[in-house]
């Protein structure tokens, strides 16, 4: 029997080697395999595991509503705030633009303007919108309030839309 972490560590009994990039994608469509686990719970894992390989302070999933998104899905560290509508996020402007997103400091951000969906201006970000069939179904985002180890590699953007590709599939069920 494997058991799953729920901090989002590895599958315990099963070893897939490799790169972190290999085990954390190799974790991700064995989470989404498991029999019986209520969505909630698959994209909890998911998301601290992904907190973890980022080195994020949170992340979390949304589904776009005006004036603001709400936030169904989110990591252990999440703090979801009280909405503050008529501030831009950066939510609404990747759901927008249907581009990935990231920035290691405020300076490289596209504007102090934007806020996450903590209600503050992340340290650090990378998100990417969650698009099925040329709608815009949500945004899978993560932030840090601090400075990171490393940068935001192009195979950690690449394990961000792997997620939001993941994710379709729910929100597009949860949609209907």
Not at 64 to 88: I, L, Y
Not at 91 to 108: E, G, I, K, V
Not at 126 to 131: H, I, K
Not at 167 to 174: E, N
């Amino acid at each position: 029997m494997k058991v799953v972490d729920i901090n989002g560590g590895p599958p315990r009994g099963s070893d897939p080697g490799g790169s972190e990039t290999e085990r954390v994608a190799h974790n991700m469509v064995y989470v989404f395999s498991l029999p019986a686990l209520p969505i909630k719970q698959r994209f909890s894992i998911l998301l601290n595991r992904m907190c973890s390989t980022l080195d994020m302070d949170y992340g979390y999933i949304t589904l776009p509503q005006e004036p603001v998104s709400a936030v169904p899905f989110f990591s252990a560290r999440m703090v979801v705030r009280p909405p503050r509508p008529g501030k831009p996020t950066l939510s609404h402007l990747m759901s927008r633009s249907r581009n990935a997103l990231h920035f290691d400091t405020p300076d490289d951000a596209p504007s102090g303007d934007y806020i996450d969906q903590t209600g503050h201006v992340p340290y650090r970000f990378a998100g990417a919108p969650v698009v099925f069939d040329g709608r815009v179904y949500g945004t899978v985002e993560f932030g840090g309030a601090r400075p990171g180890a490393a940068p935001i590699t192009s195979e950690h953007l690449m394990l961000v839309r792997i997620l939001s590709g993941l994710a379709a599939g729910s929100l597009v069920l949860l949609s209907d």
